[in-house]
């Protein structure tokens, strides 16, 4: 069903709230202001309008980092149903493939796997030594507007020196690419594994994972990330930020005037913590960076309030990570990476309410900001007269539980499985088409597409 008009409710723009008519022609926002039917008065609404009286009209979620290769079409419409609708996923090259050649093989796989909504990329360099600068450029013009770049996982072969970290920052700057780093210092945690593992067994066995990689892993890494991009000029985004640390150092870097720094974190760490590693279950939240004290999860969320943090990401795994190098070695075999493409907009907006995060700081953080970094918007992260209809409805005094399936995401585990949440999504809309109506997938024939970056890497102000 194509929609003409979203009425009555409360639109969430980049200027603030605006109660109004959203009008849609050709899968774009024509206008702002009043439907024909609301200025006639007519009691019968207008062909293929939705009401959504009582309830919020946001932009549809723009998920900045997703790892959603291994099942597109799942993850897909398990991120519609929980309002996303667009989704950038990391490539997750084979071995022996190159990053570029993956990131093409990864384009082809996405332009024909029937995804319910848009899905966009950004190129794992797994090989930080081999990749060349016309290899970077080669990226670009295949459309992904970042590579990520790991100062962890040594064990895997993908981990980038601090000397490679400047040069692809150099070359990147001169592409116009955005460097999303992954911030952990791999030697340190070697370290404390190697401690860990000659201190013996533990209860629960999985928390040797989490502790091995403490906040100081991250902390330092930022640091190390911040200088070499302030040297190289680039603009980097700092991936799944965990720390009060890490938030402290965005922060300094910005009032020294480095150049464009953006960061990202995750909804995991919002709304979970380390207390989960107490569980007898808590192998089912390891995550790298692990979950943290509340202390930290508090800073996050001032580092919301304060602008500091620019976007929030599910890192979302459709496929767990399992644990090699020296925990691996010593038989502490474990997996890790959370699923939650579907939840991250639902769990974002109660809590939202619940802390009294106003709903346009919401957006920008869920929607607008990931699409601005990574090149997409206007066309994707606002509702705006010419963007893409990406549209949800948001009806706040609902109720909403969180399915056991991760809205079917198809990993088998969703953390946050019956979990009660404030507000329930009522529709959502792909370029002016009804694909999600109260929950469940109303189109039967997906129309989403493989979405290439425009210029990237600006956010206002
Ligand atoms: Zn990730």
Redesign the pocket.
């Known amino acids: 069903m194509n929609v003409s008009a979203v009425t009555g409710g409360t639109v969430v723009t980049p200027d603030g709230l605006v109660r109004a008519d959203l009008l849609i022609r050709d899968g774009k926002v024509a206008a702002i202001g009043s439907a024909p039917a609301a200025t006639t008065g007519s009691a019968a609404p207008a062909a293929g309008a939705l009401d959504a009286a009582g309830c919020y009209v946001l932009p549809g979620g723009v998920d900045p980092?997703?790892?959603l290769m291994a099942a597109p079409r799942l993850a897909a419409a398990a991120a519609a149903r929980g309002g996303t609708t667009t989704a950038l996923s990391?490539t997750s090259p084979r071995a022996g493939e190159s990053d570029l050649d993956c990131l093409l093989r990864s384009r082809e796989e996405v332009s024909g796997a029937g995804a319910l909504i848009d899905i966009g990329l950004h190129a794992a360099v797994y090989d930080p030594d081999g990749v060349t600068e016309a290899d970077l450029a080669a990226v670009r013009q295949a459309g992904a507007a970042a590579i990520?770049l790991f100062l962890a996982y040594p064990e895997l072969g993908i981990m980038c020196s601090t000397r490679r970290l400047y040069e692809l920052m150099s070359m990147s700057r001169r592409i116009g690419l955005v460097v999303a780093v992954?911030c952990e210092n791999a030697p340190l945690i070697e370290a404390l594994e190697d401690e860990a593992i000659a201190a013996g067994p533990r209860e629960p066995e999985a928390r040797i994972f989490a502790d091995t990689r403490p906040p100081q892993i991250e902390e330092e890494a930022v640091a190390r990330v911040l200088a070499t991009a302030s040297l190289a000029g680039a603009t980097c985004y700092l991936?799944?930020l965990s720390t009060a640390g890490a938030v402290q150092q965005v922060r300094w870097a910005r009032a020294a005037g480095h150049p464009a720094v953006l960061a990202e974190t995750?909804a995991h760490h919002l709304l979970l913590d380390d207390g989960c590693y107490a569980r007898p279950d808590a192998e089912r939240f390891l995550v790298?960076p692990p979950l943290r004290s509340r202390s930290h999860v508090e800073a996050l969320w001032a580092g919301l309030a304060d602008a500091t943090i620019d976007a929030v990401?599910s890192?979302?795994?459709q496929a767990r990570t399992p644990t090699g190098g020296r925990l691996a070695a010593a038989g502490h075999h474990h997996a890790y990476?959370l699923a939650g493409i579907g939840t991250r907009l639902p769990l974002l907006l109660s809590a939202a309410l619940a802390r009294g995060l106003p709903l346009p700081r919401v957006a920008q953080l869920v929607s607008e900001h990931p699409a601005r970094a990574f090149g997409h918007y206007p066309r994707k992260g606002a509702l705006l007269p010419g963007s893409d209809a990406d549209v949800v409805i948001f009806d706040p005094a609902g109720r909403t539980v969180l399915p056991a399936g991760g809205y079917g995401d198809g990993t088998g585990d969703s953390v946050y499985a019956g979990q009660p949440v404030r507000g329930r999504i009522r529709a959502v809309l792909l370029r002016g088409r009804l694909i999600v109506s109260d929950g469940e997938v109303a189109d039967r024939e997906p129309a989403g597409t493989y979405l290439a970056a425009g210029s990237a890497g600006g956010l206002p102000g």
Do not use: E
Request: proline residues 0%; contains cysteine; aromatic residues 6%.
């Open positions: 980092h997703t790892h990391f990520k992954h991936v799944h995750c790298a990401g890192d979302h795994s990476g």
